[in-house]
């Protein structure tokens, strides 16, 4: 993103701050399927994205009152899906935990049947469902072009710990999608 | 931050396909949902403040009544208090 394209984003976000409807659908409009990759490559599964990505939304403009650098909007954006999703799948442990096998089992099966995928999609979500949500977090947050100083402030950590993380994260990443592709 | 290179391809694959899983009027229901809760969360507030202000009647009153019960048995001792002193008084004058 350029300076013109951040500038325009900065007003742009002031403008949805200040409640202007237009505003606000078009902040969606630029980040909803970022949003909702970002969601489904942390949570695996396709069936909670649109609810996931809509929660993310939500959130977020009830938090953009307080967002008092709104050149910062991005990184700020990307925390709080974080947060939503470490959420999400918090929620989804114990929901597990109270579920019976069966419906655990058919939920699985109807998520792994999912139409048109390629074996390259499958091996990645199949690869980053092995990983540690931490991690998946990191890899994701790398591949939305997050900066490693972004993202040790958006998982409340130091740059050399995202270093050493992502590196290791990304080798095991690897790895599994070899061996799986 | 560089892409991999080995998982471009299936990471434009994931996000075409978490984006199919929006519908074409997201950003509308987005903020639909946004009004309504924001609507509830007022109602909420409006009741809160209905029942506080009910609360803080009701203690007012009890506080009003309280002190009122508490001057007037106040005003019953120190009159049968003055009644008491008045006869103890004439007792004494009697030689």
């Known amino acids: ?181 | 931050m560089n892409t991999t290179p080995d998982f471009s391809e299936a990471w434009r694959s994931l996000r075409a396909r978490a984006a199919a899983q929006l519908p074409s009027d997201f950003a509308d229901r987005v903020l639909r949902t946004l009004r309504r809760q924001t609507f509830s969360v007022r109602d909420v507030a409006d009741r809160f403040f209905v029942a506080a202000c009910t609360a803080t009647a009701c203690l007012v009153f009890v506080v009003l009544v309280h002190t009122h019960n508490t001057h007037k048995g106040n005003q019953v001792a120190l009159a049968d208090w003055r009644q008491i002193s008045a006869q103890a008084d004439s007792f004494a004058a009697v030689p």
């Open chain 1, 1 to 181: 993103m350029d300076i013109t394209d951040s500038t325009a984003l900065a007003d742009l976000v002031r403008e949805a701050q200040r409640g202007r409807d237009d505003a606000q659908r078009e902040l969606i409009g630029r980040y909803q399927q970022r949003m909702a990759g970002f969601a489904y490559a942390i949570t695996g599964r396709s069936d909670s994205v649109e609810d996931l990505t809509q929660i993310i939304f939500i959130k977020m403009f009830r938090a953009l009152g307080r967002l008092d650098d709104p050149e910062r909007f991005e990184a700020w954006l990307f925390r709080l899906a974080r947060n939503s999703c470490i959420d999400h799948l918090r929620r989804e442990k114990w929901r597990r935990f109270f579920t019976p096998i069966e419906t655990e089992h058919e939920e699985t099966i109807a998520e792994t049947n999912a139409p048109v995928d390629s074996a390259e999609l499958d091996a990645l979500r199949h690869a980053l469902q092995q990983l540690k949500p931490k991690d998946r977090v990191l890899i994701a947050l790398a591949q939305e072009g997050r900066s490693q100083t972004e993202m040790a402030a958006i998982t409340h950590t130091t740059v050399s710990a995202i270093k050493a993380r992502l590196h290791r994260a990304r080798e095991q990443l690897r790895n599994i999608y070899e061996h799986d592709a």
